[in-house]
């Protein structure tokens, strides 16, 4: 296996006063790539913390460089348009694609295979090796919740912790969700986090609270925002944390430095 580095950077002013730097990461393996759109701090050398991001449906950033700049789609998913309130000088995000080869499908049981697991390892270690990244979360959305489980399942020397959000607990016509999984395969930490009022029917919160018990792992549950926006199962609902995006992050950013369980999210 041999992986190489395409970085393409792409700076715009953050409240924080710095700039936020876009950069796409590469690893290339047999016949396929797996590509990271790496977001940091400009001036920032050095990250303690590496936040491994597996968005919603379908999963599938394609992304690309077109007149110079980063293109990528699912910008609105959660953990995409939210990634900015996990920066700081000592942490960094990774919103990680969809292999190549499955830019057209992407199901749910492939990303229970090695394969999918050695892609993974593949394009956090190139993005360690460049970045000189100290320790990975891994954090998963909605159906990116499946991904995130079974890439630290299959990496747990790489996931210091994993966080599932938004979880797909049930079967549906993309796949089985979380149903047949095997929480005893995950040693490392685990946090779950979910809205109250989740409206999708395939994330429910009742769901939610058996899956912690069931895992002996902690829940944050969320309250409030809005307004909602589109469908129940898309990202501007309360599925996706609509109007509160950023002190979920908060939240989840407060257990990765800490260790400790932090208080659930709004009224």
Known sequence: MRCGVLALAACFLVPYARAQVDEIVAAKLDRHTIGALVTRLEQAKAFKHGIAIFPGHPG????REENGQPEYDQRGNFLVRSRRHWLDDETLTAVLDAPSDQWATFTQEFRATPRYGTDIAAILNEVSKRYGVGEWTFVGTSEGSISAFHAARMNPPLAKRVILTSSVFS?????????????????????????????????????????????????????????????????RSYHGYIGVEREVVLAMRSWVKTGTVPADVGR
């Not at 599938?60 to 992304?63: E, P, S, T, V």
């Open 60 to 63: 599938i950033l394609k992304l």
């Open 171 to 235: 079967a549906g016509a993309n796949g089985p969700g979380l149903t047949g999984a095997n929480f005893g395969e995950v040693s490392m930490p685990l946090l779950w986090v979910h809205h109250r009022d989740d409206p999708c029917q395939f994330t429910q919160y009742r769901d939610a609270r058996r899956y912690a018990e069931k895992s002996m792992s902690p829940l944050v549950t969320v309250r409030g925002g809005g307004p909602e926006q589109g469908a129940p199962c898309q990202a």
